[in-house]
């Protein structure tokens, strides 16, 4: 395989501007000639509060999760620029967060060659940003996943609208705690794949796709989306990626959202519920 160039920078939070001290919080990295762009964000603040008390970690989630969003955006738009190749790391971040006096401060530039992009990224973001993650943490339920969503539709006045739903069919019942009815039956179900080992990722991937299917042999009318939340060990990423693509090929053609899009999905849910109510 050929190695190519790559370049990458390294988010940094800053508590206190003035005591300077920082902790790593993301990687960016672009190599230009496979067209490459892609970045990797803190999902937890465990460690970061820890080293910096009485910080806001739903704010600070929330912010990184934003940093994110944009950074698809940006990465979907300047894949395609006739002048990718001439862009680096450093254009790409910049972007994204100035130069300022904000709580995010970039690192210098770094360099080197990869046969795998993607890979190198994850390995990046596992040397300068988890290595010292306690790995004993808490993990996130599925409540935790669910929670985004539900606070976001509560600040647009539809977080009311759910209801508890059991579908059923000749082969399997699930009851669904969170579900809307718009002529058909919105069936919403928050899936944390923040687990322990690629198996449990698995598993509960299979077992979903499973109900899926069963549902499918039945007569109701429903549409099912699964809110879902990605491992903290980057190093299961695969897993996951592979346990969403098994979940979006079931039957019944179910919607997946990643967490990194629900502010998205729930601008689309609130002017769907607005829409019915006029």
């Known amino acids: 395989?050929?190695?190519?160039?790559?370049?990458?920078?390294?988010?940094?939070?800053?508590?206190?501007?003035?005591?300077?001290?920082?902790?790593?919080?993301?990687?960016?990295?672009?190599?230009?000639?496979?067209?490459?762009?892609?970045?990797?964000?803190?999902?937890?603040?465990?460690?970061?509060?820890?080293?910096?008390?009485g910080l806001n970690g739903t704010a600070l989630r929330r912010d990184l999760a934003n940093i994110e969003r944009a950074f698809i955006k940006l990465a979907k738009r300047e894949s395609g620029d006739l002048f990718f190749e001439r862009y680096n790391a450093a254009t790409m971040a910049f972007r994204l967060v100035g130069i300022d006096d904000s709580a995010f401060v970039w690192s210098e530039m770094g360099s080197g060659v990869t046969t795998d992009p993607a890979a190198t990224l994850e390995g990046l973001f596992e040397r300068f940003v988890t290595r010292y993650d306690e790995r004993h943490a808490e993990r996130r339920s599925d409540a935790d996943i669910w929670r985004p969503l539900r606070d976001r539709l509560l600040e647009r006045r539809v977080g009311e609208i759910f209801q508890r739903k059991i579908i059923r069919s000749t082969v399997d019942e699930v009851e669904f705690e969170h579900a809307w009815k718009n002529g058909a039956w919105h069936c919403f179900q928050p899936l944390s794949f923040d687990l322990a080992g690629a198996e449990g990722i698995q598993d509960?991937?299979?077992?979903?796709?499973?109900?899926?299917?069963?549902?499918?042999?039945?007569?109701?009318?429903?549409?099912?989306?699964?809110?879902?939340?990605?491992?903290?060990?980057?190093?299961?990423?695969?897993?996951?990626?592979?346990?969403?693509?098994?979940?979006?090929?079931?039957?019944?053609?179910?919607?997946?959202?990643?967490?990194?899009?629900?502010?998205?999905?729930?601008?689309?849910?609130?002017?769907?519920?607005?829409?019915?109510?006029?």
Not at 20 to 38: D, I, K, Q
Not at 233 to 247: C, H, P
């Open 1 to 53: 395989m050929k190695r190519e160039p790559y370049t990458f920078m390294i988010m940094r939070y800053r508590h206190d501007a003035v005591a300077g001290e920082l902790l790593n919080v993301g990687v960016v990295l672009h190599a230009p000639r496979s067209g490459f762009l892609g970045a990797q964000f803190r999902k937890s603040h465990g460690r970061l509060s820890k080293a910096f008390p």
């Open 204 to 278: 509960k991937a299979a077992r979903w796709a499973g109900h899926m299917y069963g549902l499918s042999q039945g007569t109701e009318d429903f549409r099912a989306y699964f809110i879902v939340g990605a491992p903290s060990d980057v190093q299961l990423r695969s897993a996951y990626n592979r346990a969403l693509a098994f979940i979006g090929d079931a039957p019944m053609n179910p919607t997946v959202v990643r967490e990194e899009e629900v502010e998205e999905f729930a601008e689309k849910l609130v002017a769907l519920v607005q829409g019915a109510s006029d």
